[in-house]
């Protein structure tokens, strides 16, 4: 079974990114990030974009119907059979509610999602330091992983830049919305007994070792 369909789940700043790209070019896999799709619709000032801005800069999830309408069409737009990884969404319990019937009704249903568990100190720490290309949205850190020019993407020469969310005050905010919104998710998907966990404090290869362990679990092959 190749065509993985995943939920990475877990507050902003855990790593979820990172792997959903790792994963995603291991198997072949599409990684749809929530948040990027939402910058993108704010680059291209549509109409989506211009309502989600406001919300996203202040920390706040954006309404249930405006991303379950933006990432469910994102599924359907996929070529048929393909796997993908959701990084970001859903984010809330009706958007989990929402997704469970949109895929219901493809019959393409999840097979795992994927908590990413570190403490809020270290997510604080992390965000802080991260910084984004503000064209192809590859993401960097002034501490582990600068861009070799600094201010300059190493992949497509756009300018990186820090995200206006990623401010310490907003990411205080942001990290209160997950635990009041979104970790009810992690006992909606444990009831369903389709939950493992992986310890996101640990470096970035450590923590793409755990997810293969639980991909090959699913019967995945590289
Ligand atoms: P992220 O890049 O995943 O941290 O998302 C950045 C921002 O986009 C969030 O702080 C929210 O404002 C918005 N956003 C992304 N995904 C969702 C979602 N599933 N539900 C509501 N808002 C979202």
């Known amino acids: 079974m190749q065509a993985l369909r995943l939920i990475f789940l877990g507050p902003p700043g855990t790593g979820k990114g990172t792997q959903a790209s790792r994963l995603s070019r291991r198997f072949g896999l599409t990684a749809l990030s929530s948040g990027d799709t939402l910058r993108n619709e704010i680059r291209q000032q549509s109409e989506v974009g211009l309502s989600a801005k406001a919300y996203m800069d202040a920390g706040k999830l ?55 568990v570190v403490a809020d100190q270290v997510i604080v720490e992390r965000i ?8 192809c949205f590859a993401t960097y850190n002034t501490r582990f992983f600068p861009p070799a020019v600094a201010g300059v993407c190493d992949k497509c020469g756009g300018e990186v830049v820090q995200r206006a969310d990623d401010r310490e005050d907003v990411i205080v905010t942001r990290l209160a919305t997950y635990r009041a919104q979104t970790a009810p998710l992690v006992e909606f998907y444990e009831r369903r007994g389709l939950l493992s966990t992986v310890d996101a404090a640990q470096d970035a290869d450590a923590v793409e070792q755990e997810l293969l362990r639980v991909v090959s679990a699913l019967g995945a092959k590289a």
Do not use: K, W
């Not at 969404?89 to 990413?116: C, K, N, S």
């Not at 802080?128 to 064209?135: L, P």
């Open 62 to 116: 954006v309404p249930d119907e405006v991303i379950t309408g933006v990432m469910l069409l994102a599924i359907a737009r996929l070529p048929a059979g393909s796997g993908y990884i959701l990084d970001g969404f859903p984010r809330t319990v009706p958007q989990a509610e929402a997704l469970e019937l949109g895929l219901e009704a493809r019959g393409a249903p999840i097979h795992r999602v994927v908590d990413f």
């Open 128 to 135: 802080a330091s991260r910084r984004v290309c503000s064209n």
